[in-house]
């Protein structure tokens, strides 16, 4: 009687406990030679300071308009701004741009750095490197201005420099208002110790 060939079983047999041993080898080799990930290296806004924007409430590009009594329309924008933890009535921006359209038709536009506009006392003081254009020709220079919310008045304490259209004068302050009367016209006055570079050609 013919011994079957048991070689195939065999085969089969070792094969079954060979190839798990091996793909377990496999797998610890990956484990052990892989590499650790900093979770926060690959965060691509890791830089963000999400506790100082929460903290500080800062809003982006606002607009503020009103209307005087005199008839004048007041326009304020910024490119950022807070307000105030302390008071809810202030309001800190920065790059900031101030228009005032006269009833006349004529027209004033103010560029700063900073803004600090109190809307309790019906003012916006803008500050740090001021320019002032008035569209009868005049171009201001000074670091600091006071805009009144509720009446057409300009005023600043500060040294400017103006480039008009007489010639070119500085001064140590200058206020910017409507003269007493509904028919009286708006007046820019220059004070302290002003000095006029008159040029004849103008």
């Known amino acids: 009687m013919a011994v079957p060939d048991n070689t195939y079983s065999h085969v089969i047999s070792w094969l079954k406990i060979i190839l798990p041993l091996l793909a377990l080898g496999i797998l610890s080799t990956l484990f052990l030679v892989a590499r650790t990930v900093d979770p926060a290296q690959n965060l691509p806004f890791a830089d963000v300071d999400v506790e100082g924007i929460a903290r500080e ?112 004068l500085s001064a140590d302050s200058f206020e910017l208002s409507k003269r007493a009367g509904n028919d009286q016209p708006y007046v820019l006055v220059f004070k302290g110790h002003v000095k006029l570079l008159y040029d004849p050609k103008e």
């Open 57 to 168: 409430q800062r809003i982006g590009a606002p607009n503020f308009s009103s209307v005087t009594e005199d008839g004048s329309a007041i326009s304020l924008s910024a490119q950022s701004a807070r307000p105030d933890p302390n008071n809810s009535e202030r309001v800190s921006g920065t790059g900031v741009n101030a228009g005032i359209d006269l009833p006349g038709g004529g027209r004033i536009d103010v560029v700063a750095a900073e803004m600090a506009l109190d809307n309790s006392a019906g003012s916006a003081t803008l500050s740090d490197g001021v320019t002032i254009t008035t569209s009868d020709g005049y171009v201001m220079q000074t670091q600091h201005v006071q805009i009144a919310l509720d009446a057409t008045r300009v005023v600043s304490q500060t040294r400017t420099t103006v480039d008009a259209p007489i010639g070119n």
